[in-house]
Nanobody, 115 residues
């Protein structure tokens, strides 16, 4: 069974940085798309950033210029570098992977940004 395990969340002050990691139990080359989603209390889960196997990336408008998604195929790991964090970035962050026809989710990691 495929597993995605996130790490790197925590408590940080406004303007701080965090790097999230998502370790996969199998080669991430098999995933056509990997992404980070987040869900804040009382809100719907939203797409933060995504990357394809060809290296294309996309970002939510709210994080453009601050967050960077990347993948290390050799380590089977997806990353999310988060800079200039804001209180509105507070949420549980989830790793997502898609390999036709299946989707996979991690268990989530909490990110809290204090003002």
């Amino acid at each position: 069974q495929v597993q995605l395990v996130e790490s790197g969340g925590g408590l940080v002050q406004t303007g701080g940085t965090l790097r999230l990691s998502c370790a996969a139990s199998k080669s991430i080359l098999s995933y056509s798309t990997m992404a980070w989603y987040r869900q804040a209390p009382g809100k719907q889960r939203e797409l933060v950033a995504a990357t394809t196997g060809t290296g294309r990336t996309s970002y939510a408008d709210s994080v453009k210029g601050r967050f960077t998604i990347s993948r290390d195929n050799a380590k089977n790991t997806l990353y999310l570098q988060m800079n200039a964090l804001k209180p509105d970035d507070t949420a549980v962050y989830y790793c997502y992977a898609y390999s036709i026809p299946n989707t996979y989710w991690g268990q989530g990691t909490q990110v809290t940004v204090s003002s």
